[in-house]
């Protein structure tokens, strides 16, 4: 049995689990306003909000409900654009968004919406702004700056509400929304589980719902993404640990690492949109094994490792060994990926992530490229560079890395260390670019960490 609310209604159901949220939304339920446009998790309009119980605290976030499984919506509260309609007028992003002009065919708009609710429910917006909310929203037709300057002003209104009761008397939200705290404290009283040990493991479903989505709508799905055991950001001792369960908004999020990494934000608003960041998980990228995944990527640089279980046994493995080829990695059956940690960089050492792809966000990296550098005394004590897209797997630039060990800080040890790098990569023809494009984006983005993080030692027309 799943139980849910679904706007003002509690929901029981014993539909598939792997059924998506969508279909469940739009067939079962005749909820027409959220719309089926990719259903890959790209364009937005199905986007719809995910309320959840956190220290009795009740935390809003946007998903796109085309590739989200049925099951991980029970105990949750489910807001589809019918849930933020008042009785009778428009709510303040609905006039907003008409008073400037910011739709037009209106396929999209209750997805743009629905997304700027979600902004607006947000207790802390200082991370992001109400435009950066719709970064997973497209629009086909109505061009962004009209858009862009409904965001403007819902983000002024903003600033003058404290409290859900605020935005209830504001007409942000209806007043419906005050009860839902209540509603699904008994829900999750009432003890509705949803449980198995059987079928497709799946977190939160970016990466195999794309792919799968047909099959896996009528399986009852293995469902892991609200496993507390498999999330969660811990440091002790040095050491950072991350569940595998934890999202990229929740890394993004956390204190200690932006502490970490200064520019954490900047580096995760490479990765997807909004909805597919309070998504996606770290151990569904790293099974992904995509050979330009930007959270596998990430973590090589930091020279991670794995911890990986079964029923019976845990074991832990170098990272930079679980990718062996295309699409294969080090995981056995009845295996899990728990979590992965990491040494706390020291202040000799700088970390820093590039990515370029077609778009600048929402898109799939041509290459992406991090980097950890430890110098001290003007010399690399350590080098931990990883790239994607120039190898069938997330690449660790091993031979470059050793070269760099132990040489002086300067443009002619970067250089020499370019010409290694392109040794150790073997990019392909694709539809993110050609061989020499992928090749070129290497080379300047390996100059780039080094611009970037020692510009006082190493400047870009230094190494041309």
Do not use: W
């Amino acid at each position: 049995m799943i139980s849910f609310i679904l706007n003002n209604q509690t929901i029981k159901t014993t539909a598939k689990s792997g059924m998506t949220l969508l279909d469940f939304i739009r067939e079962d339920q005749q909820l027409k306003g959220t719309k089926i446009g990719c259903r890959e998790g790209d364009c937005g309009a199905c986007t719809v909000l995910v309320g959840s119980l956190e220290n009795d605290r009740l935390i809003y976030k946007s998903i796109t409900s085309c590739i989200s499984p049925l099951g991980n919506a029970n105990g949750k509260h489910i807001v589809t654009i019918e849930g933020v309609n008042l009785e009778e007028k428009l709510n303040v992003a609905q006039q907003v968004m008409a008073d400037n002009y910011a739709t037009q065919c209106g396929f999209c708009t209750p997805g743009f919406i629905v997304s700027i609710t979600g902004h607006a429910l947000k207790q802390e917006n200082t991370h992001s702004s109400c435009s950066d909310s719709v970064s997973g929203n497209i629009c086909r037709c109505t061009g962004y700056k009209s858009i862009e300057k409904a965001t403007n002003v819902i983000e002024e209104l903003l600033k003058k509400v404290d409290s859900l009761e605020v935005l209830v008397a504001k007409g942000f939200v209806p007043a419906y929304f005050k009860t839902i705290p209540k509603k699904l404290q008994q829900l999750q009283t009432s003890k509705h589980s949803l449980q198995t040990t059987e079928g497709t493991i799946i977190a939160n479903g970016t990466d195999l719902y794309v792919r799968h989505a047909d099959r896996l709508s009528l399986e009852e799905v293995q469902l892991i993404g609200d496993d507390t055991s498999l999330k969660g950001i811990e440091i002790n001792n040095g050491i950072c640990k991350i569940g595998a369960s934890t999202t990229v908004t929740e890394i993004a999020e956390n204190k200690d690492l932006n502490k970490l990494f200064p520019k954490l934000k900047s580096f995760l608003k490479l990765v997807s949109s909004e909805q597919i960041r309070n998504m996606g998980t770290l151990g569904g990228n790293f099974v992904n094994a995509s050979p330009i995944g930007d959270m596998s990527i990430f973590f090589l640089a930091l020279d991670s490792t794995l911890t990986i279980r079964n029923k019976s046994n845990t074991r832990e493995l170098a990272f930079k060994k679980f990718h062996q080829n295309y699409k294969k990695y080090d995981l056995q059956k009845g295996e899990l990926i728990t979590c992965i940690s990491f040494k706390i960089p020291d202040e000799n050492t700088k970390f820093n992530f590039e990515k370029v792809s077609k778009r600048t966000h929402l898109d799939i990296a041509s290459v992406n490229f991090a980097c950890r550098i430890s110098v001290l005394n003007k010399k690399i004590n350590k080098a931990m560079f990883s790239i994607g897209g120039v190898a069938a797997i997330p690449k660790v630039l091993e031979k470059t890395n050793q070269f760099l060990k132990g040489k002086e800080l300067t443009k002619q040890t970067v250089k020499q260390a370019e010409v290694l790098l392109q040794s150790e990569i073997s990019p392909i023809d694709d539809v993110r670019g050609t061989i020499e494009y992928k090749r070129l984006l290497a080379r300047q983005l390996f100059f780039a960490h080094f611009v970037e993080l020692y510009p006082n030692e190493i400047n870009l027309s230094s190494l041309f």
